[in-house]
């Protein structure tokens, strides 16, 4: 069945980037997607790609798409303290047309 | 527009009370789903509707019940709660299934006890 795997924790500091990393198992996922959870929130879709694109770019965020690998990464360009958050990894389930997420990352920064 | 509203935000229940965890949205989306969120388990599916009449099974359905009267609201009933049911409940809304531009409710925290 379709799975969504992503570390629990990633911790950086002020002003570095941030690597987040998503693996996946249904090829045939048309969209990939990146939902961010602020504490105490509901979540908001961040970003998404199309799956025959490799790579894009908003802003500070770049989604990196490696289809042989099912490897999917978020990218997050000089991160602020406001980027502190839990980032969920989602594909789409194209038989029951819902999402499937994964555990979400939390993303912690320090100053 | 509101987006996606949920009742109430915090819950207490004794096991086995019911009660029915409410959802709304005025976006005139077609898709709306309820999940569950718990420590290190991530968001699992409960129920989702494609559309008023129509309702089907997630992941995680058992002990839960779902109704669409009307396309804007998606109520959850919690038949007999359980301690295994204290969770964060999110309602979510999109404008067709297969849609993954979905809009999240604030949540409701209910603890069973």
């Known amino acids: 069945g379709e799975d969504v795997e992503q570390s629990l924790f990633l911790s950086v500091r002020e002003g570095d980037s941030s690597v987040i990393n998503c693996t996946y198992t249904d090829s045939s996922s048309t969209y990939l997607y990146w939902y961010k959870q602020e504490p105490g929130a509901g979540l908001q879709l961040l970003t998404y790609i199309f799956s025959n694109m490799d790579m894009k770019q908003d802003q500070r965020l770049t989604v990196l798409l490696n289809k042989k690998d099912k490897h999917l990464s978020l990218r997050i360009a000089d991160t602020q303290t406001g980027d502190s958050a839990i980032y969920f990894c989602?594909?789409?389930?194209?038989?029951?047309?819902?999402?499937?997420f994964g555990k979400g990352t939390k993303l912690s920064v320090k100053p | 527009n509101a987006g996606v509203t949920q009742t109430p935000k915090f819950q207490v229940l004794k096991t086995g009370q019911s009660m029915t965890l409410q959802c709304a949205q005025d976006m005139n989306h077609e898709y709306m789903s309820w999940y569950r969120q718990d420590p290190g388990m991530g968001l699992r599916l409960i129920h989702y509707?494609?559309?008023?009449?129509?309702?089907d099974q997630g992941e995680v359905p058992n002990g839960y019940n779902v109704s669409r009267s009307t396309t804007e609201d998606f109520p959850l009933r919690l038949l007999s709660a359980a301690p295994s049911q204290t969770s964060v409940y999110f309602c979510?809304?999109?404008?067709?299934?297969?849609?993954?531009?979905?809009?999240f409710g604030p949540g409701t925290r209910l603890t069973v006890t």
């Open positions: 979510a809304s999109s404008y067709a299934s297969g849609s993954g531009e979905q809009y």
């Open positions: 509707s494609v559309g008023a009449g129509i309702t």
């Open positions: 989602a594909e789409m389930n194209e038989s029951q047309g819902n999402l499937i």
